[in-house]
């Protein structure tokens, strides 16, 4: 089945995993398919921060966000750590971008490093250096000197570092309004069309 585009999604051990399952639902319904790394920390916060029931394995993955969001056959395909024939892991099979929300500032370093020690690392590597769009939302604060020069040295190689900080001049009324904000900016990165936020100006 053809799908839109193609977008990696990783999500990795901090809080704030509500960013990344909500911009998964969100490119479902947009008709894009989602390659999808979890990391296992990523795993542990998943169970902390949600009551959405944690999969263990890549297949557990794919079958349980795939019912959750009502995605299509194909359209989210999750895979291992240690997975080295996936398509990210070369620049011949790579997605049209990549984020990974949330960022770790382990992970942070990792790819600043240009480390290929996981499937995560070597995806986002691929994307650096075929020059697609990598998105990085660093979950931390406050960011010691080595967090900043890490997001400069990524964002001088063509990464876009994206903080996930909610505004508040639309007047959220819920955590899912704030959730919502995050989401809508990196969509647009993205170039995925959204109406979850209206514009600025455009309702005062």
Known sequence: MQYAK???LAMTGAS???YGLRLMECLVRADCRVFLLMSKPAQICMGMDTD???PQKPADMQRQFSALYGAGEGQIVAFGSDQWTAPIASGSGVADAMVIC???TGTLAAVAAGNCNSLLERAADVSLKEGRKLILMPREMPFSVIHLEN???L???GAVIMPPNPAFYQQPQSIDDLVDFVVARV???LGVEQDLMPR????R
Do not use: H, K, Y
């Open 200 to 203: 600025w100006g455009s309702e």
């Open 102 to 104: 949330p960022c770790t």
């Open 52 to 54: 959405i029931p944690v």
């Open 16 to 18: 704030g995993i509500q």
């Open 155 to 157: 964002a001088r190689a």
């Open 6 to 8: 193609t977008f990696t």
């Open 151 to 153: 997001m400069l040295r």
């Open 187 to 189: 969509l647009d990165q």
